[in-house]
């Protein structure tokens, strides 16, 4: 009975954000800009969570704390916080070149259509995943995978998979192999730490920096678009 519970929780946790993606892309009418089509999205991110959250307390009768892992130290979660995401931007920067020179999609396109968001906008997109994908993916489901098989590669390599598939929806192949590598790191810090808090953090600061670089990115995109329209005047 308890395993049968558990593999209910699984399937909203691994599957519960997609299928609602799709639910959503095919019955509700199409966001009306950028702002509408986040808020769907945001949405439905709160209510899987929300979703998962009552059934660990109802069906499965254990507290919210089950699926949290465990806790660290505070000078530990704060050297795992700052490493996680120092080793993030790493991956970052080594990988964006060599994706760019096998000329696979980027975030580009997206990241830019948020840069018209507020900063407030932009850290509370930042904030939703980093709770809501962490606490889904890696609290629950690879505690609970887990406990069913005892096996940190099978746990950490379906929690994987089902994060960077649920990113399929919305987004281009390009984009989904990119995610595929900050949603890899986090799963292997995951496993070795078991602190999703710390996750979250890590996660949140990651997206957050990036949001807010958008804008940095869109401004000199500008400054370089009016300098080459000032210098093709003065010629």
């Given at each position: 009975?308890?395993?049968?519970?558990?593999?209910?929780?699984?399937?909203?946790?691994?599957?519960?954000?997609?299928?609602?993606?799709l639910?959503?892309?095919?019955?509700?009418?199409?966001?009306?800009?950028?702002?509408?089509?986040?808020?769907?999205?945001?949405?439905?991110?709160?209510?899987?969570?929300?979703?998962l959250?009552?059934?660990?307390?109802?069906?499965?009768?254990?507290?919210?704390?089950?699926?949290?892992?465990?806790?660290?130290?505070?000078?530990?979660?704060?050297?795992?916080?700052?490493?996680?995401?120092?080793?993030?931007?790493?991956?970052?920067?080594?990988?964006?070149?060599?994706?760019?020179?096998?000329?696979?999609?980027?975030?580009?396109?997206?990241?830019?259509?948020?840069?018209?968001?507020?900063?407030?906008?932009?850290?509370?997109?930042?904030g939703?995943?980093?709770?809501?994908?962490?606490?889904?993916?890696?609290?629950?489901?690879?505690?609970?995978?887990?406990?069913?098989t005892?096996?940190?590669?099978?746990?950490?390599?379906?929690?994987?998979a089902?994060?960077t598939a649920?990113?399929?929806?919305?987004?281009?192949?390009?984009?989904?192999?990119?995610?595929?590598?900050?949603?890899?790191?986090?799963?292997?810090?995951?496993?070795?730490?078991?602190d999703?808090?710390?996750?979250?953090?890590?996660?949140?600061?990651?997206?957050?920096?990036?949001?807010?670089?958008?804008?940095?990115?869109?401004?000199a995109?500008d400054?370089?678009?009016?300098?080459?329209?000032?210098?093709?005047?003065?010629?």
């Open positions: 009975m308890v395993t049968v519970a558990v593999l209910g929780g699984l399937a909203v946790a691994l599957f519960g954000m997609a299928a609602v993606g639910l959503a892309d095919r019955y509700l009418a199409e966001p009306d800009g950028l702002r509408a089509d986040l808020l769907v999205s945001d949405a439905n991110k709160w209510a899987v969570f929300a979703l959250c009552g059934y660990v307390l109802v069906v499965e009768g254990r507290p919210l704390s089950s699926m949290t892992g465990r806790s660290l130290a505070p000078l530990a979660f704060v050297a795992v916080v700052g490493g996680g995401v120092f080793v993030l931007f790493v991956a970052n920067a080594v990988t964006t070149p060599v994706f760019d020179r096998l000329g696979v999609g980027g975030l580009d396109e997206g990241m830019a259509g948020l840069a018209s968001l507020s900063v407030r906008h932009r850290l509370f997109v930042a939703t995943a980093g709770i809501t994908e962490e606490v889904l993916f890696h609290g629950y489901a690879i505690e609970r995978l887990l406990e069913l005892g096996s940190p590669l099978l746990a950490g390599g379906v929690s994987f089902a994060f649920s990113h399929a929806v919305g987004w281009e192949r390009g984009a989904v192999a990119r995610i595929a590598v900050p949603a890899l790191l986090t799963t292997v810090m995951y496993l070795l730490v078991r999703v808090v710390a996750l979250v953090c890590i996660h949140a600061l990651n997206d957050a920096v990036g949001l807010l670089l958008a804008g940095s990115v869109e401004d995109g400054a370089e678009g009016a300098d080459a329209a000032a210098d093709g005047t003065a010629r």
